[in-house]
């Protein structure tokens, strides 16, 4: 049985948690194969909302084997209070499996982002500060630390006690920072050994042994195309690749198991920290569309950045992910708008341009060229069929559908596990 790959396909926060949770009641491992806490998935379930982060969105449903593949820097005081929150609420977390060969994010690594940032002033790129950059700096220089470190209390004190007398040199000559202390770090994350050791595993070997059985794999992204750190809009990205040619790899499996990958899309677009974003709407419109949509991070809290649909991010992520499907969120936020512009193109000194421009220049200087469709007022959260949207929704989805360049096969019509219309069957 191949394996599906979700991916955000525009700059994160397209909904990818209720889209995991839909797809997870058919598939039996949910993979996330890159990024960190710096990023988070909402899944609504009746009255109740899941805030996760590093937890791939199958743990909720009871029969799904969720997995932290090696591609993911781990924060385990992050991941043990999360563990910790969902068990309160009732959630079996004894079926999650963690990558031996995922980095952990280390104090110095958090201490690092936060005053990097600090000193780059109006220049900053806008992280969390939760040390995703400088754990996966660590990983490609070769000086990080693995979770199967923390089985060996004396490799893990060796590898820390080396990579220490580099870090704390930096925090106190440099940033004049506190020095982080080898035993007390060797102290705590002893205790997470403790924890997380049952859960550790070679997950890649399960996965393949699961593939080869039959069983249904679904490789979860976080973040979205725009955020990665190779076909992103650098330097305002993320630390990793978020795309689908990255998902293999962050989870530990051949390409050839993937034949599909679904693009979770918004309905209109968002975004969050610095960086160009051509359609953005800094006026009344755009903070409608922020209350409506329910818009600031489930990981930071902090506002989105808010815009119309823009086709050409669109049409991109479709091309450098290979996406098969696609998956419209949140059409319902759209309602009461009379007219809904869509960004079908740039407009760059003068010079219309359809595709993604190749400069970074060139993106800061784009302004949308807009065409523009009839509106619908009906409320859609009700909504349970394709057939009983209003026919300028359905314009609407046709249009994405043609500008985007593959068919749109769900609709998500609100946060809801039942608010999902299922044109297309993806699993």
């Not at 992910?321 to 760059?348: A, E, H, M, Q, W």
């Not at 400069?359 to 009906?378: D, N, S, V």
């Amino acid at each position: 049985m191949p394996a599906l790959v979700l991916i955000g396909a525009q700059w994160g926060d397209e909904g990818k948690g209720k889209a995991t949770d839909l797809l997870g009641g058919a598939v039996d491992y949910v993979v996330r194969y890159q990024g960190g806490n710096n990023a988070g998935h909402t899944v609504v379930i009746g009255e109740e909302h899941y805030a996760l982060h590093l937890i791939p969105s199958g743990i909720l449903r009871a029969d799904c084997v969720p997995v932290i593949g090696n591609g993911v820097v781990i924060d385990p005081g992050v991941l043990l209070s999360e563990m910790d929150g969902l068990a309160a609420r009732g959630i079996d977390v004894s079926r999650l499996l963690i990558s031996a060969n995922a980095h952990l994010i280390m104090p110095h690594h958090r201490a690092l982002d936060r005053v990097i940032e600090r000193y780059l002033g109006k220049s900053r790129i806008g992280t969390t500060g939760r040390g995703i950059g400088p754990t996966y700096g660590d990983k490609v220089a070769r000086t990080g630390i693995r979770v199967q470190d923390l089985l060996d209390p004396g490799i893990f004190r060796k590898k820390l006690e080396l990579v220490l007398r580099e870090k704390n040199q930096v925090l106190a000559k440099v940033y004049n920072r506190r020095r982080i202390e080898l035993d007390e770090v060797c102290e705590e994350y002893a205790g997470y050994a403790k924890r997380l050791g049952p859960h550790i595993a070679d997950t890649g070997l399960v996965l393949d042994k699961a593939l080869r059985s039959g069983q249904v794999v679904l490789l979860e992204g976080s973040q979205g195309t725009l955020l990665d750190v190779d076909h992103g809009t650098y330097p305002f990205v993320t630390s990793s690749n978020p795309t689908a040619g990255y998902a293999a790899t962050g989870a530990g499996i051949g390409p050839t198991k993937i034949n599909r990958v679904i693009g979770i899309i918004k309905a209109y677009t968002t975004r969050v920290g610095a960086g160009p974003f051509p359609t953005e709407l800094d006026d009344k419109v755009g903070e409608e569309l922020r209350r409506i949509g329910g818009e600031f991070g489930v990981t930071t809290g902090r506002s989105r950045r808010t815009g119309w649909f823009d086709a050409v991010i669109a049409r991109y992520a479709v091309r450098v992910n290979g996406v098969t499907d696609l998956f419209l969120t949140k059409l319902d936020v759209l309602s009461g708008f009379d007219r809904v512009p869509i960004c079908v193109g740039y407009d760059i000194g003068g010079e219309r341009v359809d595709e993604m421009p190749m400069t970074q220049t060139e993106f800061h200087h784009a302004k949308p060229i807009y065409t523009e469709l009839p509106g619908w007022h009906e409320d859609l959260s009700g909504v349970r069929s394709y057939a009983d949207l209003p026919a300028a929704a359905k314009d609407y989805i046709r249009a994405l559908e043609e500008l985007s360049g593959a068919p749109v096969s769900a609709i998500g019509v609100g946060p809801g596990r039942d608010q999902t219309l299922v044109i297309n069957e993806l699993v």
